[in-house]
């Protein structure tokens, strides 16, 4: 019997769900992966034919974000470009890379850590040290002090992250350059600052009667070093999914209003969940004066909304929530806070993806989930818990097109180049950029997540 997308089933046959590397190459060949328990809804569809091609294809091609990405992501200028990786790790199979990592692995021992994101695929998560979110990676980074080399499963602003909190004899590789992220790129430092003048130019720089400055500049962790130094030049952070409400809160402490930048979807639903009105929430389109608003708009504002979204957290909609629950009126709904604000309010709740792990372990067994968020996290938390049923809200496959670009292959060439005392695709932040990042990113760390599952976004 050939293993579906879902959970439910397994326990019969004992076989492990599989991964959506297997579950794309499956549908590619026109063999719908059959769900072996009909009572779930099976992915049977994927956002692109392309997705079933090797990621250095795109080494090849025109720089661009690949397979589910939106029209409307374009890459900037300037964007680390990945060369072509050699034939051979083009060429070998599955176990001949799996002997060679695992060589290289033991050679370099304790000088190495491989740390790897939720979103990666089950082929690269097998030799990663460290699993987590972008907040427990960045911690992550700082727990091995004696590994001369990091190498980070993840995205380009997560490494640079890393670079920045590990010490300076640390290097760390990022196994392809082209993992970017679509969501970062939305807003660069030539923007912000623009924006940053207009808003100067409104609202002054002298603080309130009660010490508030105008404005406080907070950056999700998903944008580049650049705009983290920005923060912490001007008395602002950096948040992450799972601390983004502390943050949040500590900004409007120390300001009259904060300018939360690049992701809209997470700085809206935060602000929501802290009681600020959606009016006092404007959204600043960089390619108009004033963001597209009126001064007295961003006067009374709160929160000024960047205009920056996820390709793949946009996919999910009601209609898919209201769906699940049709089919299982006892469905517990769980998105992630990059989904539309609709979204998040129709889900019973919301929360970084350590958050839905957290919630899903926790869960009584017997429990049906579904999740929001990216698939290949879906699926794995589906393989780690057969107790329940869980299934993605999007049936069309669609993983993170960038975190997909790490592949073995890459972490093959990477670990054996370091072997020989190489390193490949190294990630630096000058320290011209990394001091100032580094005081909005200390802050960040000392903003903790409140405790997990219960400081989720909950409408249930
Ligand atoms: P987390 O902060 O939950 O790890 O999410 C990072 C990310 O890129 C989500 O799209
Ligand atoms: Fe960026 Fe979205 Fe991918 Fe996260 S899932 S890394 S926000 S493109």
Known sequence: MRPGLSSAGREDSGDKLLSIDETIQLIRIGEPPANQNSSLPAATSVCSTALADAPWVFDAQEPGYGPGASMHDMLPAGSPQQGFLPQEYRQASKSELDRRIRAAKAALGDRLVILGHFYQRDEVIQYADFVGDSFQLANAARTRPQAEFIVFCGVHFMAETADMLSRPDQSVVLPNLAA????????????????????????????????????????YMNSSAALKGFCGQHGGVVCTSSNATEVLKWALERGQRALFFPDQHLGRNTGKAIGIPLEQMPLWDPNQRFGGSDARTLHDSRVILWHGFCSVHK????????????????????VHPECPMPVVDAADASGSTDY???????????????IGTE????????????QH?????????CPCSTMYRIHPSYIAWVLEALTRGQVLNRITVTEEVAIPARVALERMLSLKPASSVESAVTSA
Request: aromatic share 6%; net charge neutral.
């Open 375 to 386: 698939i290949n996290l879906v699926q794995r938390l589906a393989n780690q818990n057969p």
């Open 315 to 334: 996919r999910f909609t009601v209609g898919q929530i209201k769906a699940a629950r049709r089919r299982f009126p006892d469905v517990r709904v769980i």
């Open 180 to 219: 970017g992220c679509s969501m970062a790129d939305m807003a660069d430092l030539d923007s912000v600052t623009d924006c940053w003048n207009e808003l100067e130019e409104l609202f002054g720089t002298a603080p309130d009667a009660v010490g508030r400055q105008p404005v406080v500049p907070v950056t």
């Open 389 to 397: 049923k869980i299934f993605c809200l999007d049936s069309v496959v």
């Open 356 to 370: 839905i792990t957290k919630a899903i372990a926790g869960a009584p067994a017997g429990s049906t989930f579904a």
